[in-house]
DNA sequence: CTATCAATGAAATTCATTTTCATTAAAGGG
DNA sequence: CCCTTTAATGAAAATGAATTTCATTGATAG
């Protein structure tokens, strides 16, 4: 039987602030950067490789402003649409993952070697990710049973989260 | 154990031109409806009961501008704005369910009496609802494990529906 | 029947996203 | 290194869903 992967301190990525957490990944190198562009057949371009370093050494889940806002402060001549252009582009070749949550602007990671999923505060907005085997499972039979060929999948949790549940309880019983 | 629910004839609701099924509920009357608008502490309106009817006997899923062509039929008068105010009410109140999927206009539905998710080709369209017990209570595990209280979930799986694969390899070996 | 206040319709607005187009610059061959 | 080709860029305009505004209309309680 899989267990469901519980990091021992859960990955709060966010809060009050929306702070997520910064990734800490192996560094990557410029070179390795122009490797990513070349497979997709574009030219290196000095924004491209900013764009990339911003998404690598950010904050998960990132909206396009904030990408723009972030390679703004290293050049300020980038212009808006290329940073829109090359995530798009970045997400038709699943070197970057978009997730839309609602109506809300798109947000964009690196796309995860390990696939996870999100649990969600509705209250403040904190980010769990998780990872559960037996889910996929179930999720491939599901599309069998069909006679699908299962390409993707969204699954979002949402939730209230432990501090927001305490914090409820404390206005509660102060309104009391 | 629970088995994952199959109805004999999987429920294909659309094809290539987006047609849906359309539902079989047992017919509400006009008096129903208003029930449905009092509950919410609203008026009843003639366009209130015109939306209500053409999102009951119309097709699942539904664009608000699908809705607003629809009962412009009916009533040349009504206003998109009122189509729309009404949908996000309707949908605040849980009486409607919105699905959103990529960066599409939002679809609504009546919310199903038994949950259902999504299985949408990324072909041509079609949408299969299934159920899965096993599933939900995965979620709730995870949600759990990480001290939430689970409010709702969304989850759409995408693949290449049966009849797509078979065109596909049609397609394939006539090229060659 | 009348007053009150929500609901409506038309149009304007917002905001994310996408496209246009003139200019700039990457990459490959000489 | 220079030139040519063609893609990439940046600014601004365009698009399109969603929302809001506001003057008018109409539902409902008394």
Do not use: V
């Given at each position: 039987m899989e267990l469901t992967k519980i990091p021992t301190l859960p990955k709060?990525?966010?809060g009050e602030s929306r702070e997520e957490r910064t990734l800490s990944r192996e560094p990557l190198d410029k070179s390795a950067f122009k490797q990513v562009i070349r497979k997709m057949n574009l030219k290196v371009t000095d924004q491209r490789l900013l764009i990339l370093s911003a998404l690598h050494e950010g904050r998960t889940h990132v909206t396009a402003q904030e990408v723009y806002e972030i390679v703004s402060a290293k050049d300020?001549?980038?212009?808006f649409a290329t940073v829109y252009r090359f995530l798009r582009t970045l997400t038709e070749h699943h070197f970057v993952t978009e997730v839309r949550m609602g109506g809300l602007p798109a947000r964009y990671e690196m796309t995860p070697q390990s696939h996870h999923d999100h649990l969600t505060c509705v209250s403040c907005g904190k980010i769990c990710e998780f990872e559960n085997h037996e889910i996929e499972a179930l999720q491939e039979k599901v599309a069998s049973q069909f006679g699908f060929e299962l390409t993707s999948h969204v699954l979002e949790l949402y939730g209230v989260c432990p501090d927001c549940q305490k914090r409820k309880k404390a206005k509660a019983s102060f309104g009391n």
């Open positions: 709060f990525t966010g300020p001549e980038i212009g």
